[in-house]
């Protein structure tokens, strides 16, 4: 692997909340914290669903804004739907995005949460980017993604990390794409990408494997900002 792909650098996070949501830090300061740590993208992702999407989305989009207007980190204005009515997820995303939303995620079946069954599966049908710790995700839901080329999560993040293996899985057999997200909630959460390389090896991915999911990443976040 190249070195470029070893150093503590130009790490790309697509998956993080603020206090707008249940975070604890300020958007600003958590890109800068991110900026600080190697970061070059990150997406700042804050929870919602029909109570608090009018003012969530307007106070990311202006300081993904201000960020990207002063500072050398790309902030990508995001959503994770979470622990919404299946039948709402659809229209939620498709409203996100009118409003401005560019990377929409979707809270996914995690094994440490009680997540609707069946969530996976109307994220995937939904016009999203990334299903995050998507738990047990089967093979079925794992080819949907493939074809819809919605990109399935492996997180830093205790508790969801501990089906990282399964979806690792699922993703080679169905060829779905990965990327690695922290799902960042406070400073601690925020890591380097040599971090990520050995959250990714211990997923079960290869080398190469683990270039490939970097790559996902920059090709995810490229088209995004």
Same mark, same amino acid.
């Given at each position: 692997?190249?070195?470029?792909?070893?150093?503590?650098?130009?790490?790309?996070?697509?998956?993080?909340?603020?206090? !707008?949501?249940? *975070?604890?830090? !300020?958007?600003?300061?958590?890109?800068?914290?991110?900026?600080? @740590?190697?970061?070059?993208?990150? $997406?700042?992702?804050?929870?919602?669903?029909?109570?608090?999407?009018?003012?969530?989305?307007? $106070?990311?989009?202006?300081?993904?804004?201000?960020?990207? @207007?002063?500072?050398?980190?790309?902030?990508?204005?995001?959503?994770?739907?979470?622990?919404?009515?299946?039948?709402?997820?659809?229209?939620?995303?498709?409203?996100?995005?009118? @409003?401005?939303? @560019?990377? +929409?995620?979707?809270? *996914?079946?995690?094994?440490?949460?009680?997540?609707?069954? *069946?969530?996976?599966?109307?994220?995937?049908?939904?016009?999203?980017?990334?299903?995050?710790?998507?738990?047990?995700?089967?093979?079925?839901?794992?080819?949907?993604?493939?074809?819809?080329?919605?990109?399935?999560?492996?997180?830093?993040?205790? *508790?969801?990390?501990?089906?990282?293996?399964?979806?690792?899985?699922?993703?080679?057999?169905?060829?779905?794409?990965?990327?690695?997200?922290?799902?960042?909630?406070?400073?601690?959460?925020?890591?380097?990408?040599?971090?990520?390389?050995? +959250?990714? !090896?211990?997923?079960?991915?290869?080398?190469?494997?683990? !270039?490939?999911?970097?790559?996902?990443?920059?090709?995810?976040?490229?088209?995004?900002?």
């Amino acid at each position: 692997m190249s070195e470029c792909i070893l150093r503590e650098e130009n790490m790309i996070d697509l998956h993080t909340h603020t206090l !707008l949501s249940d *975070g604890e830090l !300020l958007p600003t300061e958590l890109a800068r914290r991110g900026h600080e @740590k190697g970061y070059k993208v990150i $997406g700042i992702t804050d929870h919602v669903d029909s109570s608090n999407m009018d003012f969530v989305i307007p $106070g990311i989009l202006n300081a993904c804004k201000d960020i990207n @207007k002063n500072w050398k980190i790309t902030a990508i204005p995001g959503v994770e739907i979470t622990h919404m009515p299946i039948e709402l997820i659809k229209g939620t995303a498709k409203f996100v995005r009118s @409003k401005g939303i @560019k990377l +929409v995620l979707v809270h *996914g079946e995690t094994i440490v949460e009680p997540v609707i069954k *069946g969530t996976n599966k109307e994220a995937l049908l939904s016009d999203i980017n990334i299903l995050a710790h998507p738990g047990l995700i089967t093979m079925e839901d794992a080819l949907l993604a493939a074809g819809k080329n919605i990109y399935l999560e492996i997180t830093a993040r205790k *508790g969801h990390s501990l089906t990282n293996g399964h979806v690792v899985k699922m993703a080679r057999l169905a060829g779905a794409k990965l990327v690695i997200n922290t799902d960042t909630h406070t400073p601690e959460n925020l890591i380097t990408k040599d971090f990520a390389k050995e +959250v990714l !090896l211990g997923a079960g991915l290869d080398k190469k494997e683990i !270039l490939q999911v970097f790559k996902n990443s920059e090709e995810l976040a490229a088209g995004l900002a």
